[in-house]
Nanobody
Framework: QVQLVESGGGSVQAGGSLRLSCAAS????????MAWFRQAPGKEREGVAI????????RYAEYVNGRFTMSHDNAKKTVYLQMNSLKPEDTGMYYC??????????????????????WGLGTQVTVSS
């Protein structure tokens, strides 16, 4: 069973930056993809960024538009999400997720929450104008 623990959320003003971290337990040998999702009040959970930890490629939601960078450190079993130029619409609960299922390339496929078997409890990000 993979356990994920997020950290790094907080409150910032528009234009500011945050770095989220997601630490995974030791049972990660089967994991292909890790992702960041977010959910604002009253809205559906949506994909933010995905990394294939075997091939080391990343994918981003269109609304990220170059502002966020996802990376991973295999030795620490940790993935990161560096978020710059934050906007009030980035406010929400940010979740880390992991999948051992078949990987792909299309965003619509990769960003479906149902692909991910393991989830963290989330970390809150609040961006004020």
């Amino acid at each position: 069973q993979v356990q994920l623990v997020e950290s790094g959320g907080g409150s910032v003003q528009a234009g500011g930056s945050l770095r989220l971290s997601c630490a995974a337990s030791d049972a990660t040998a089967s994991i292909n993809d890790m992702a960041w999702f977010r959910q604002a009040p009253g809205k559906e959970r949506e994909g933010v960024a995905i990394i294939n930890i075997r091939a080391n490629w990343t994918r981003y939601a269109e609304y990220v538009n170059g502002r966020f960078t996802m990376s991973h450190d295999n030795a620490k079993k940790t993935v990161y999400l560096q978020m710059n130029s934050l906007k009030p619409e980035d406010t929400g609960m940010y979740y880390c997720a992991a999948s051992s299922r078949y990987s792909g390339s299309a965003w619509s496929f990769m960003a479906a929450p149902s692909r991910y078997q393991y989830w963290g409890l989330g970390t809150q990000v609040t961006v004020s104008s």
